[in-house]
């Protein structure tokens, strides 16, 4: 009863947060949106029993993502409205289903054909977190150490790619420094 | 109706996921197809960890984990090169980006 009340609920939520964020054409909007709308799909893990994949929804989307998004913000003229593609709506709403459609079928494929059993079934008496530590680092370690691997990598590049004359500050340099760095500038892009 | 069944998870999945490629088809603004990829993860998340639920099986959840990591690693090189071609042309649309050449 109440599983149901909570699911319709935040379907219904995630459901308008995610709409916004698509349609919206405010920057902001659309990130706030899409924060709330990672928060809600939180709840759907804790329904559904997967309590560390729920705090780990929290702690990594809404928290360091959506941080991220925001710092990134901070370097575009978010202020503008956003300029969109004019398209045939009816013609991408019906692709857009159609897609979606076809990506649960083959999901779903495998689970109606046939019986399948648990590949690493739940050990009783255990909490979820206890379980996941037990699965991660036996059967999954090789993946758990490339991700981690990964995530290096992703960090040095961003690192890398965002911190380009990082140095550079321009309340500290003066007018002439200035106009001469622009036109520098605007000397690479012609190039 | 009252009693929520895996059809209903795979349902709003397929709900959020047409919502995100709605959101990439018409979307011009990078930063907006960026927080629809984000709503395409998402929703296979969410069928993920219910697959798991109804099945007794922990695979999906661990999928569901590195799609998360997969996803923070995506936004953190995304966002650098979206800086920097910002930092280059002022603009981050789509339509711009139409040549390879850098």
Aim: aromatic letters at 12%.
């Amino acid at each position: 009863m109440f599983e149901a009340i909570a699911f319709y609920l935040f379907a219904f939520l995630t459901i308008v947060m995610f709409y916004i964020t698509v349609t919206t054409s405010q920057a902001l909007y659309a990130l706030s949106a899409l924060a709330a709308g990672m928060i809600f799909i939180s709840a759907f893990f804790f329904i559904l029993g997967a309590d560390f994949l729920g705090a780990v929804q929290i702690v990594v989307y809404s928290g360091a993502v959506m941080a991220l998004y925001a710092f990134g913000m901070m370097f575009f003229d978010t202020t503008r409205d956003v300029k969109e593609k004019k398209g045939n709506k009816y013609l991408i709403t019906g692709l857009a289903t159609l897609a979606a459609i076809l990506v649960v079928v083959i999901v779903s494929a495998p689970l109606i054909g046939e019986n399948i059993s648990a590949y690493y079934p739940m050990t009783e008496g255990a909490g979820n977190t206890q379980e996941i530590g037990m699965v991660l680092f036996t059967k999954y370690l090789v993946p758990f150490e490339l991700a981690a691997v990964m995530l290096l990598v992703a960090m040095i590049s961003g690192i890398v790619l965002a911190g380009k004359k990082m140095d550079l500050s321009l309340t500290l340099m003066s007018d002439r420094e200035i106009i001469e760095m622009r036109e520098e500038k605007n000397k690479k892009v012609l190039l | 109706m009252m009693e929520i069944g895996l059809n209903h998870y795979l349902i709003l999945s397929t709900i959020l996921f047409s919502i995100g490629l709605i959101g990439v088809m018409r979307r011009k603004n990078l930063l907006m197809l960026f927080f629809a990829t984000e709503i395409l993860l998402n929703s296979v998340n969410i069928s993920f960890a219910a697959i798991s639920h109804y099945y007794g099986d922990l695979t999906g959840q661990m999928f569901a984990f590195f799609v998360i990591a997969i996803a923070a690693s995506e936004v953190a090189v995304g966002l650098g090169l979206l800086i920097v071609w910002h930092k280059r042309h002022n603009e981050i649309d789509l339509d711009l980006m139409s040549t390879m050449k850098g």
